[in-house]
């Protein structure tokens, strides 16, 4: 079984009588173990040395000894040494960086009789997990082993074994000695298919140009702050170190390459003109070398930027009411600004950013550090500030209240250039910053509005696009450039779908807002009542988006920043279905994997803790966090009320499920009971976001990694089934886009042909109801490509017309026949139109043009608009792309196997992978290099994630 797969390690000792399954596996795989138990020498293993070359390096730069005494000969070589230290150290670090690319020397034949009968092997479903050594290099040999950190690794968190998080997939390591020129060592196959996961660290990052990664973090509202102290002292310790120590979370620090050059002061110009990646390439593996200190070292080459985190400015929903720091109607000159932020630091937010700041620092020490990294927006201005709203007295001045909003602009007057309300507004910004300044809180960056296409009934200002350029240009980007010139604005902060939009107005280089802004804020959300489409939906348009930051000339250091994201309604806990919470876990991972594939810099999440309901929130919209504090579990937490006094949204959900579970059985659905005895609950959010903050560094880079179908056969479907696997489509949902991935023979991939014509799909959403949903008629004006609709006028009716001509099919050929969907009942057309392929914008970023196409309605005489139907299967696949790796099928969403692959020179190791299952089965795999060559093999349990780390 699965669980017996990752558990092989337990079965690595001799045993007498019958042969242990981990035996019976590795015998199948590379025959028996009785005849040679070690296995001679690999023939291909190099075992050459090297040489130091540092007579080279002494004449190179025509500086040597001039003094034939032992006293003058020490004396010039100190001189030497220290003209030349940080050359010599550069060069020193160059040759250890090359030496280390050398292999172990083999422990196993790889001759073809050491592999066993392919029967055996099949026999077994899913597979083992099997790293296949290839470190040959052909200058320096073999790499021997020094530390366990150059032994590659699975960490994994699984709905099979809930309480087991980031635990370590036991695997077997084959080091077959690929030398150069060596075609290396088949992978042999298993009793179910194995899907191509193909990475290409070889070719560099997708995006070399653009900033790396910048990390990830979570938002410091009222209502985080508020449950922090709600919790013991014991409780609060946990939380920081849960989300920014060494074993949590570690939101998350930055790392900048300092010029090489200017920091030795050399004359020797070629050091400055190496690549910054090499450097970020060689500081990683420094620990192997002795006696080198790699602190020191990396201080020369790096300056350190901490935790990303999101602050309001001014109240916003999560709060227990409304508040601003400027109250006093008409004072333009802000003379009594709250210079203190009291109530900020009466609640305790400022507080636990400090605190935050301090155990960042702790856990992740550096030279030269700065401190988190707050990203600050405001929800409203101060009611004397905002026109008034619908629900305000007809002919009222102002508005009355910081919740809702005027529109197209909530500001008096507009933000037009003589507005004296935008004007005053601007200044506000300003002297928040100043404020938090003093509290010892840098603010990283602003938003000039949270949310600002949407007039919210809790605290909110309406902006259009044009209405928020004209604020930039005119007030908010001078003010900050005479008075805080290094923080950034980052425009729009609202759904990536309306990206593109926002951006042809404020980033074109006409638009006299275009100088002010350094980046882009955007969230995750539907925009829509459907909750469960938040995270679904979008990813074509951010493609879009990053595609006109090239074509309108913006620089490459304009960031792109996740900046929140939350489930809604209530608690994952308060629910108490763990398949529920385990989906938004899920969710939550896929989410930041496009985003990351498309060029994102980061992700902010909203609230990192809230109560058990999912609060406070005056306005009772009550939402999920990653932790949450129930300060009545905790030891010695007997008289607590479960409800706080500034908790007043009752119990509109009913009452928390959570509270019903023993200690241990909140436990083992994996809600550790060490941390429930400090009143504090961890979600399967936390993990999952885990397996990517904790190795996906800051100053990492995407690259390419997209799953794709093996020559096995479909990956949820053994050749000759046609029954489609992976359990039930939870994506079959109206709203959901229509897109083209690899297929892999799943539910997510299975049409039918209804009698209308209609192309439906079936499913169940996240809480058993079944859903079924058909494609419909026109692209989506905001998506621009197809969206799943009800099977109704709304969907579109199509005929199936074959592309050849009817005298060359025929009945008994068995070449498959390219089809047209001709629409049958769009809008009146002069010609036909058809169902087609819509190449993504953005290459497809790191997955590349299969990842994730769009589909539209289109011309039907080109090759965009041939498919293939297999109406037994139910799977509608397009050959457009298969010049970029091979076919697609039509895919409600993406699929249920996915993967996103990084370099991470701040990591653990050098590489990380992301593989996420949201299928309920398991799922075999085989990790490739560009060449096609494996690099390890495995399986991964249903609805798991795993995070396989490797230099």
């Not at 090359?98 to 196993?108: D, E, F, I, S």
């Not at 004296?420 to 200044?427: D, H, P, S």
């Not at 079936?762 to 905001?782: A, E, I, Q, R």
Request: charged letters at 20%; proline letters at 6%.
């Amino acid at each position: 079984s699965p669980r017996q797969m990752n558990k092989l390690s337990a079965l690595l000792g001799d045993r007498t009588g019958q042969k242990s399954e981990y035996q019976q596996i590795r015998d199948a795989t590379y025959g028996s173990s009785d005849a040679t138990p070690n296995g001679p020498p690999d023939q291909n293993a190099t075992t050459t040395g090297s040489s130091s070359g540092g007579g080279n390096v002494a004449e190179r730069m025509e500086y040597g000894p001039t003094d034939s005494g032992l006293s003058g000969f020490v004396d010039d070589w100190m001189s030497f040494l220290r003209r030349y230290a940080c050359t010599l150290a550069f060069i020193t670090l160059l040759v250890v960086f090359l030496a280390l690319q050398g292999q172990r020397a083999a422990h196993r034949p790889t001759t073809s009789e050491d592999i066993g009968d392919a029967e055996s092997v099949t026999s077994i479903l899913h597979r083992p997990c099997q790293f296949y050594r290839r470190d040959a290099s052909p200058l320096f040999g073999v790499r021997p082993v020094k530390s366990a950190r150059m032994m590659p690794k699975v960490l994994q968190t699984s709905l099979g074994e809930p309480a087991n998080q980031w635990g370590e997939v036991a695997c077997m390591y084959y080091d077959a000695q690929w030398g150069v020129g060596s075609a290396g060592q088949d992978v042999k196959e298993y009793g179910m298919p194995s899907a191509d996961i193909n990475v290409d660290f070889a070719s560099g990052p997708t995006f070399p140009n653009r900033e790396p990664i910048l990390g990830f973090g979570g938002a410091f509202t009222e209502a985080t702050a508020l449950n922090y102290r709600s919790l013991s002292k014991e409780g609060r310790e946990a939380v920081l170190e849960l989300l920014f120590g060494s074993t949590g979370l570690g939101y998350s620090e930055l790392l900048i390459l300092n010029d090489p050059g200017k920091i030795c002061h050399l004359q020797y110009q070629g050091l400055k003109a190496i690549p910054s990646y090499i450097f970020i390439s060689i500081l990683p593996i420094l620990d192997h070398v002795d006696p080198i200190n790699i602190i020191l070292l990396s201080a020369l080459f790096y300056t350190y930027i901490r935790s990303l985190g999101r602050v309001h400015m001014n109240s916003c929903d999560f709060c227990v009411a409304s508040y601003n720091f400027a109250d006093k109607d008409g004072d333009f000159g802000l003379e009594y600004f709250d210079n203190d932020v009291q109530h900020d630091q009466d609640c305790g937010m400022i507080e636990m950013m400090v605190k935050a700041d301090n155990i960042s620092r702790t856990a992740w020490p550096s030279e030269d550090d700065h401190g988190l990294r707050v990203v600050a927006s405001p929800w409203s201005p101060p009611p004397w500030m905002k026109a008034p709203t619908p629900d305000d007295a007809k002919g009222a001045e102002h508005a009355e209240n910081m919740t809702g909003s005027a529109t197209p602009s909530c500001l008096r007057e507009g933000t037009g250039v003589t507005s004296k309300y935008a004007e005053t507004w601007a200044l506000f910004f300003s002297k928040f910053i100043t404020a938090y300044k003093n509290l010892g809180i840098d603010l990283f960056a602003i938003t000039p509005q949270n949310e600002p296409e949407f007039p919210a009934p809790w605290d909110a200002c309406a902006y259009t696009a044009k209405v928020e350029r004209d604020f930039i240009a005119y007030h908010l980007g001078p003010m900050l450039n005479k008075s805080h010139p290094d923080v950034k604005i980052l425009m729009f902060d609202h759904n990536k779908d309306h990206a593109p939009i926002w951006a042809k107005t404020i980033l074109n280089q006409s638009s006299p807002s275009a100088p002010f802004v350094d980046g882009t804020a955007l969230h995750w959300y539907a925009g829509g009542m459907d909750r469960l489409l938040d995270g679904a939906v979008g990813s074509a348009n951010m493609h879009k988006f990053m595609s006109m930051l090239r074509t309108m000339n913006v620089s490459d250091d304009h960031l792109v920043l996740g900046s929140e994201a939350c489930h809604c309604p209530t608690t994952g806990y308060a629910g108490g279905d763990l398949k529920v919470a385990w989906a938004r876990a899920e969710r939550y991972a896929h989410t930041i994997l496009a985003d990351l594939a498309a060029g994102s810099n980061g992700w902010i999440e909203w609230n990192v803790l809230l109560d058990a309901i999912g609060g406070p929130n005056h306005l009772g919209n009550l939402c999920d966090s990653p932790l949450l504090a129930v300060p009545y579990r905790a030891k010695g937490g007997e008289g607590i009320p479960h409800t706080q006094k500034w908790e007043h949204a009752g119990h509109p959900f009913g009452l928390p499920v959570g509270d019903n579970f023993t200690r241990g059985e909140l436990n083992a659905r994996g809600n550790p009971a060490e941390y429930v005895d400090k009143g504090v609950v961890i979600q399967p959010i936390y993990f999952y976001m885990g397996h990517i903050s904790r190795h996906v560094r800051p100053g990492s880079r995407a690259v390419h990694a997209l799953v794709d179908t093996s020559s096995t056969g479909r990956t949820f479907r053994k050749e000759g089934q046609v029954v489609a696997g992976g359990g039930i489509n939870d994506n079959a949902r109206n709203g959901m886009e229509v897109t083209l991935w690899p297929c892999e023979g799943s539910t997510r991939q299975s049409w039918k042909l209804n009698g209308k014509g209609q192309l439906q799909v079936f499913g169940h959403d996240w809480l058993g109801k079944p859903t079924s949903s058909c494609v419909g008629k026109s692209s989506n004006n905001t998506f621009h490509g197809m969206l799943l609709t009800k099977c109704n006028k709304f969907a579109g009716s199509y005929d199936v017309v074959p592309v050849a001509a009817a005298e060359d099919l025929t009945e008994d050929s068995d070449i498959k026949t390219a089809i047209n969907l001709v629409l049958k009942n769009g809008p009146a057309q002069s010609s036909k139109r058809c169902l087609v392929a819509k190449p993504l914008g953005n290459g497809g970023g790191a997955y590349g043009p299969r990842g994730g196409a769009q589909v539209a309605i289109g011309k039907c005489g080109n090759e965009t608009a041939e498919w293939f139907f297999d109406e037994e299967t139910g799977e509608i696949s397009s050959d457009y792309l298969l010049a970029d790796g091979g076919e697609v099928c039509l895919t409600t969403g993406w699929p249920f196997l996915q993967a996103g692959a990084f370099s991470t020179p701040a990591g653990e190791e050098e590489k990380s992978v992301i593989i996420l299952n949201e299928a309920a089965e398991a799922a075999n795999f085989v990790l490739k290099d560009p060449k096609g060559k494996p690099i390890m093999s495995s399986s991964i349990p249903a609805h798991s994630i795993q995070t396989v780390l490797f230099e």
